[in-house]
């Protein structure tokens, strides 16, 4: 089914495959990444085609690349609890597509943003097929993911605090409700909030920083190693 046209504010998340560059080297592998990309993508929305509008999220998955939003409006009557439905739709999805894509050794990196978000179906006949996406939030979540800082790293997801009230955001963490519960501040930095969207449990979140931190030292010093001892000849 096409996607429905959409003018209004809202959610926009930004995903792609972690490290789809390097893969492209096998060509074999960067075309079972796209399919099992694709098929994971249109399986998991799918399952939302029956859901109330407001908690529903579209998508749209160009090579390596997807774009998901929430079809509430924050422009018509939908406000406070509805808005928190939107976000929580938006990053439910991104955990079921994360968790999927990891059984096939894949991983991704999501950033999402809140603003003006509009798309348009455009005439089409055989040899094209056009759409037509802009607003801020699209713009904001892409350009979060790509260039963003800090630099997002594999599997992570991340909400970009720009254009959201400060109490909606004070509300999703004081929420033990999930997905919430496990969206927390990274005190070495104020432009985002991160969704763990890894871990079942809260007081998980400690242990997987630390566990995902150690990859980082090991990879540090595997290099250090082959420094010195190929400097010794």
């Known amino acids: 089914m096409p996607i429905e046209a959409y003018h209004g ?3 926009v998340a930004f995903i792609d495959i972690s490290g789809f560059k390097s893969m492209m080297q096998n060509r074999e592998r960067a075309r079972d990444a796209l399919s099992t990309f694709f098929q994971t993508g249109y399986s998991v929305l799918r399952k939302q085609r029956n859901v109330e509008l407001r908690k529903r999220v579209d998508g749209l998955f160009v090579s390596d690349c997807g774009i998901l939003f929430s079809r509430y409006n924050g422009e018509n009557q939908y406000q406070g609890l509805h808005m928190k439905e939107a976000l929580s739709s938006i990053l439910s999805t ?3 597509i994360s968790r999927k894509l990891l059984q096939a050794d894949l ?3 999501a950033s999402i943003a809140y603003g003006r ?5 455009r005439v ?3 040899g094209i097929v056009k759409n037509m996406m802009f607003g801020y939030a699209y713009l904001n979540a892409y350009l979060n993911n ?3 800082k800090p630099k997002l790293n594999p599997g992570q997801c991340r909400i970009l605090k720009e254009n959201i009230d400060e109490p909606f955001l004070e509300s ?3 929420s033990q409700d999930p997905p919430f519960n496990r969206v927390k501040k990274n005190h070495s930095d104020n432009k985002h909030l991160y969704f763990y969207w890894m871990v079942k449990k809260p007081f998980e979140i400690s242990l997987f920083k630390r566990k995902y931190k150690d990859t980082y030292n090991l990879k540090y010093r595997g290099m ?6 190929f400097s010794r000849n």
């Open 9 to 11: 504010q809202t959610f």
């Open 94 to 96: 991104i955990e079921d």
């Open 107 to 109: 991983m991704l990196t």
């Open 117 to 121: 978000f509009d798309f348009d179906e």
């Open 124 to 126: 089409e006949f055989s």
């Open 146 to 148: 790509e260039v963003g």
């Open 172 to 174: 999703v963490m004081a």
């Open 224 to 229: 250090l190693e082959a420094l010195k001892d």
